[in-house]
């Protein structure tokens, strides 16, 4: 069975950092594009970062130069380091596999999603 599971969330001081992880499970990461999206109560679900498979990655502009996607595919886990936090980064994280990095599209799987919750 096909699945990406989440980790990492929690509560966090504005400036701090947190490492979100998403194991995949019933595919290899591999060969997929991966990405992270957030979502943020009232708010659509937006992009923020995706990875190729070939390493290439792409970021939303709110936070370009603070997260950084990386992948591990002997792990077959997609990480999110966060840093520098601010309290508009508070939303549900979730990760998804088979994107077209430049639209934001996904044609795989999500994840359940981890929650970030950033206090100013």
């Known amino acids: 069975q096909v699945r990406l599971a989440e980790s990492g969330g929690g509560l966090v001081q504005a400036g701090g950092s947190l490492r979100l992880s998403c194991t995949a499970s019933?595919?290899?990461?591999?060969?997929?594009?991966m990405g992270w999206f957030r979502q943020a109560p009232g708010k659509e679900r937006e992009g923020v970062s995706c990875i190729n498979w070939s390493g290439s990655t792409n970021y939303a502009d709110s936070v370009r130069g603070r997260f950084t996607i990386s992948r591990d595919n002997v792990k077959n886990t997609l990480y999110l380091q966060m840093t520098s936090l601010k309290p508009e980064d508070t939303a549900m994280y979730y990760c998804?596999?088979?994107?077209?990095?430049?639209?934001?599209?996904?044609?795989?799987?999500w994840g359940q999603g981890t929650q970030v919750t950033v206090s100013s």
């Open positions: 019933g595919f290899f990461i591999s060969g997929y594009s």
């Open positions: 998804a596999s088979d994107l077209t990095c430049s639209r934001w599209s996904v044609r795989g799987t």
